[in-house]
């Protein structure tokens, strides 16, 4: 019952947004109801700027599933430690964290179930447990499970049904039957699974600090 509701209020977001969000887990939001909730196809919603700023936040608040105060801390770093375009730098930022590197892995079906995996201490860094979802890895870090957690049902799910080709900035080995990963470059920008508009993004936190 708790997995069904859970999947329903991914959906609904999803709608509401109108745009897949691998991050929360299994496709389809927007296949069969491909309209916001409450809304009817033949009805057409006005925006005004503003609301189409949030709803680009709100894209990466929940793909990533990071609370408001998490979301504005990375964009201040951010913007402190970019040289060029900070909402890129954000999103190399976002996606280094340990929560998404195991879903996009295919170690865990969505983040969530990423974040659990960690929490639950069955995710090693080069060969040690980190139990902090939020932990942004480096370039080099190698990214596995216990012997435990490749036989659980979160990894079996991942593995059997892909939610997302492996990124160009991930590499995988598997050994004895035992898959890693290592992050082999800084992703970025383009590495957003999902449409985005970042003049949008930057519009919001530049009259919203």
Same mark, same amino acid.
């Given at each position: ?11 609904? *977001?999803?709608?509401?947004?109108? /745009?897949?969000?691998? $991050?929360?887990?299994?496709? $389809?939001?927007?296949? !069969? ?32 599933? &990071?609370?408001?105060?998490?979301? !504005? ?17 954000? *999103?190399? &930022?976002?996606?280094? !964290? ?5 879903f996009r892995l295919g170690f865990a079906p969505s983040i969530?179930?990423?974040? @659990?995996? *960690? ?11 980190? %139990? *902090? ?7 080099? %870090?190698?990214?596995?499970?216990? %012997?435990?957690? +490749? ?12 939610? &997302? ?6 590499? =995988?080995?598997? =050994?004895?039957?035992?898959? /890693?990963?290592?992050? @082999?470059?800084?992703? $970025? ?7 985005? %508009?970042? $003049?949008? &993004?930057?519009?919001? +936190?530049?009259?919203?600090?």
């Open positions: 019952m708790k997995s069904t509701k859970k999947k329903k209020t991914a959906f609904k *977001i999803q709608r509401r947004l109108m /745009t897949e969000l691998p $991050g929360l887990g299994k496709a $389809g939001a927007l296949e !069969r109801r491909p309209y916001p909730p409450g809304e009817h196809g033949n009805k057409r919603r006005k925006f005004s700027e503003y609301a189409l700023q949030m709803e680009e936040k709100q894209k990466v608040l929940f793909h990533y599933g &990071l609370r408001e105060k998490q979301l !504005r801390r990375f964009v201040h770093v951010a913007k402190r430690t970019s040289q060029t375009n900070w909402v890129d730098t954000l *999103i190399g &930022l976002l996606e280094m !964290r340990l929560d998404n590197l195991v969530p179930a990423a974040s @659990q995996l *960690i929490s639950h201490g069955k995710v090693l860094v080069n060969g040690k447990k980190v %139990d *902090i979802r939020s932990a942004v890895m480096k370039e080099g %870090d190698v990214i596995s499970l216990k %012997d435990k957690a +490749y036989q659980g049902q979160t990894y079996l799910q991942a593995k059997q049904s892909p939610r &997302l080709p492996l990124p160009d900035y991930l590499v =995988k080995e598997e =050994k004895n039957g035992v898959e /890693t990963g290592r992050l @082999q470059s800084r992703p $970025g920008l383009g590495h957003l699974p999902f449409a985005f %508009d970042q $003049g949008l &993004l930057t519009s919001f +936190y530049s009259l919203n600090g």
